[in-house]
């Protein structure tokens, strides 16, 4: 079964950066939008930000200024690129993409990555 697949996340200090990338195992179809979410412990899934296949942005207010999501049509690959980390941050980061197959839409999810903040 297709899923997407992230990679990236890992244990940095606050103030550090890391690049999170999400792609698909196989073909999922035309990809419209793209998007990271994040969970941290005891907490609802959150929308972090997303990305048309125009390129249009957008971001939570948490990590606006901070955060840069950017995406590789060809590759159908998401970037998110993380700067000026805060322990706040610390969550498991889920990749999104909304698609289309045979003109049905469909919307698959990554396994998630862990990013942590030290302080």
């Known amino acids: 079964q297709v899923q997407l697949v992230e990679s990236g996340g890992g244990l940095v200090q606050a103030g550090g950066s890391l690049r999170l990338s999400c792609a698909p195992s196989g073909s999922i179809g035309s990809i419209n939008a793209m998007g990271w979410y994040r969970q941290a412990p005891g907490k609802q899934r959150e929308l972090v930000a997303t990305i048309t296949s125009g390129g249009s942005t957008n971001y939570a207010v948490s990590v606006k200024g901070r955060f840069t999501i950017s995406r590789d049509n060809a590759k159908n690959t998401v970037y998110l690129q993380m700067n000026s980390l805060k322990p706040e941050d610390t969550a498991v980061y889920y990749c999104?993409?909304?698609?289309?197959?045979?003109?049905?839409?469909?919307?698959?999810w990554g396994q998630g990555t862990q990013v942590t903040v030290s302080s």
């Open positions: 999104n993409a909304d698609t289309a197959v045979a003109g049905l839409p469909m919307n698959y």
